[in-house]
Each structure stands twice: as C-alpha cells, then as structure tokens.
C-alpha cells in the first residue's frame, strides 16, 4: 500500500510562484511513477504533470513552460513547481502513484491518490 500526502497550496497572487510536494510512505519513490492532476471548481479533473518512475517527464500542454515536476528519491518526495501562476491555476491539486508507473499516468492517474492540497491565485 502506498500513502500519498500533499502539501505546499495556499492562496498567491497572481504572478507569483509556489512548489507543491507529495510525500510517499509505503514503498520507494524510485519505484513510482508519480503525477499531478488539478480539479478546478465546477470542472473535470485535469492531467497536469507526470514523472515515470525511470525519472522520464510528461507535461499537458497547459503546464509547459510553466510547472516543472521533479522528484527526490532520497526524501521519498515528488515536487510540482509553479511560477508566474495565473488564477486560471486555482484549483485542488492532487498527486497520484502507481508501481512501476510510465507515461500512461497522464491518462487517469495511477492506483493511489492523495487527498489534495488547494491552490488559490488571487488577481
């Protein structure tokens, strides 16, 4: 079983830069592969990010340019980095993992969610 704990969301003003975290427990990040997904208000959960478990990475066009996920296996942690946020970006991010995860992540996550942090972007 893996657990998958956010963390890093708050409320920013636009223009401004936060760095999500996803904490595993349970089994080595280097075994995961690892996404984020974001749910804004009224909308459908949306593919954000992907890192492979070979470290390979997977953007939606949306977040190219703009997010930069990363990870450190050494502290079990997957990160989403965020700048110049508009408020188009508010919404609950959510990590995923599945073992031994790939590419197919960005299509509807793996087998372990975590609960979300919120990120709100003031204009």
């Known amino acids: 079983q893996v657990q998958l704990v956010e963390s890093g969301g708050g409320v920013v003003q636009a223009g401004g830069s936060l760095r999500l975290s996803c904490a595993a427990s349970?089994?080595?990040?280097?075994?995961?592969?690892v996404g984020w997904f974001r749910q804004a208000p009224g909308k459908e959960r949306e593919f954000v990010a992907v890192?492979?478990?070979?470290?390979?990475?997977v953007y939606s066009e949306s977040a190219k340019g703009r997010f930069t996920i990363s990870r450190d296996n050494a502290k079990n942690t997957v990160y989403l980095q965020i700048e110049n946020l508009k408020p188009e970006d508010t919404a609950v991010y959510y990590c995923?993992?599945?073992?031994?995860?790939?590419?197919?992540?960005?299509?509807?996550?793996?087998?372990?969610w975590g609960q979300g942090t919120q990120v709100t972007v003031s204009s």
């Open positions: 349970g089994r080595s990040s280097s075994n995961l592969g």
């Open positions: 890192t492979t478990y070979a470290a390979a990475t």
């Open positions: 995923t993992a599945r073992l031994w995860g790939g590419r197919s992540l960005q299509l509807s996550g793996g087998d372990y």
